[in-house]
Antibody, heavy 121, light 110 residues
Framework: QVQLVESGGGVVQPGRSLRVSCAVS????????FNWVRQAPGKGLEWVAL????????NYADSVKGRFTIFRDNFKNTLHLQMNSLTSEDTAVYFC??????????????WGQGIQVTVSS | QSVLTQPPSASGTPGQRVTISCSGG????????VEWYHQLPGAAPKLLIF???QRPSGVPDRFSGSKSGTSASLAISGLQSEDEADYYC???????????FGGGTKLTVL
């Protein structure tokens, strides 16, 4: 069964760190690039980061560059997003999304259900 | 402010044809393919159109995509109540080295 399941969300204080993860099953994880996309409350979709199938190439949105790190474990079929120096503007539902590409972006053909991250004191 | 520009809302009655526009620039729509996603409240987005006009299996042919220059459009014919959702366009941006989304269009079926 093809599945993307996010975990690790929650409430965190401004300036602190949090890691969200995405467990993948039902297909060969290492064949695909993966992304994180977020959606702030009542707002539209915002792409956050992309990682190539082998982890050798990463791209980030300007809004998170230098604070967030995307990485993957192809042995454990898991995608991660390490988020540091969080601010209230990072409050959002975070979706992991499979890319129909191994390197670079084509389109997001599979999405997780999303995980809530709330940055608040 | 989103890099790709969509109308915030659109509406139609059952059976009608509705079009949603997506305007960009030379670094995104003008040089890369466009995707469309729809999202029901509280749910994850789903792929509707890829490569400007192609439909994934399972998406009815009532949905069609097109592109001309730096603009793209999504057309929905034979509008149904279950089409009521938020619709987003997206494309890779060569200048930003990332994916850019439109601000989303909320479609209401009257």
């Amino acid at each position: 069964q093809v599945q993307l399941v996010e975990s690790g969300g929650g409430v965190v204080q401004p300036g602190r760190s949090l890691r969200v993860s995405c467990a993948v099953s039902g297909f060969t994880f290492s064949n695909y690039a993966f992304n994180w996309v977020r959606q702030a409350p009542g707002k539209g979709l915002e792409w956050v980061a992309l990682i190539s199938h082998d982890g050798s190439n990463k791209n980030y949105a300007d809004s998170v560059k230098g604070r967030f790190t995307i990485f993957r474990d192809n042995f454990k079929n898991t995608l991660h997003l390490q988020m540091n120096s969080l601010t209230s503007e990072d409050t959002a539902v975070y979706f992991c999304a499979r890319d129909q590409s191994s390197f670079g972006h084509k389109w997001f053909d599979l999405w997780g259900q999303g995980i809530q991250v709330t940055v608040s004191s | 402010q989103s890099v790709l520009t969509q109308p915030p809302s659109a509406s139609g009655t059952p059976g009608q044809r509705v079009t949603i526009s997506c305007s960009g620039g030379s670094s995104n729509i003008g040089s890369n393919t466009v995707e469309w996603y729809h999202q029901l409240p509280g749910a994850a987005p789903k792929l509707l159109i890829f490569n400007d006009f192609q439909r994934p299996s399972g998406v009815p042919d009532r949905f069609s995509g097109s592109k001309s220059g730096t603009s793209a459009s999504l057309a929905i014919s034979g509008l149904q109540s279950e089409d009521e959702a938020d619709y987003y366009c997206a494309a890779w941006d060569d200048s930003l080295h990332g994916v850019v989304f439109g601000g989303g269009t909320k479609l209401t079926v009257l």
